[in-house]
């Protein structure tokens, strides 16, 4: 029977609880599917701030490394918001993973049932079938990696600080095979995003792009719009897009407000796939919910498990090629919820049922 090796680094706040969920669900698709699922758990965030000086212990990082995948949970709360900036969970361990991993393709899905589209700010007449878009943003250029970046004092005493937006051409061309592959398995359609007026990043980006899809996809239906702009779009019609493709900064802004759009960030999955290829051949990936550690519920058994539980299907889609049991997985979720199984954000005027509940409505349904 085929085994299935990940680290499971549940974080802070709400993450360990509804880490524990996810790990039941996966439990019963492996049972149903015929897989064995082989993980150890590791301290990440605050608490591995607490327990062992850094939000990323070398012995976590060991374990990644050891592992096909990481499942990961959610970090940071106010314990450690007085911290200097650099040392904050967030900071401290999300980045330096992604640098470890170079894991360059972040896919964020904004997915809204229309069952749940009370739950989106965004008039109903805007989003009559709810929300079905991909955010593809590049995780590991731009202006979060790019050198030089520091602060210095000038001569005259002044304090400034600088930061580098830096891109190659075949980090373009690598985000944009991501792209492509998301677009032909959805509708066929890409809304590159840019500041081709003003950045020469930009420039390179919509160029390579554009040469990169009439070369590899020309069926693909290619859009491209100024970052700005396509915030403006999202709010006023985000079913225009099927797959929006961008650069890191734009990617980290616009998948925010998707996620608001989108209703719950208690539904929202993402995947962060890396360069390299894991034992079986496949991406490394990290898989996260979108949403917070939302420390103010942590132990009220008020979380939405759901985008955890889509993360870790997100996980056997990408980094371990098990399709069957992820669609399981997401029919699973969605079944649950139609038939009314709704944790607090999403419950509306009916009665939430609890974290662990939630997660029993979607076993039973993947059961079957
Ligand atoms: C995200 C987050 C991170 C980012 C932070 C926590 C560093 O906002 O994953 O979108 O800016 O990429
Ligand atoms: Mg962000």
Redesign the pocket.
Known sequence: MSKIKFAVLPGDGIGPEVMEVALNVLEVAADKFGFVCDYERADVGGIAIDRHGKALPDSTLKLCQESDAILFGS??GPKWESLPARE?P??AS??PL?KAFSLFA?I?PGLLYPELQEASPLKPDRIPHGIDIVCI?E?TGGL?FGQPKHTETLPDGDVQAIDTMIYRKSEIERITDVAIATAQSRRNSICSVDKANVLETSVLWRKTVTDYLARKAPSIDLSHMYADNAAMQLARDPNQFDVILTE??F??IL??EMAVICGSLGMLA?A?LGAGKNSQGLPFGLY?P?G?SAPDIAGKKLANPCAQILSAALMLRFSFGQNEAASAMEEAVQTAVKSGNRTADIAFAGEPVSTRKMGEAVMANLRG
């Open positions: 970090i940071g904050q967030e900071r999300l980045l992604r972040n964020r943003r995780l979060y890191n900064m990617g980290d998948s925010d993402s962060s996260e979108a917070g």
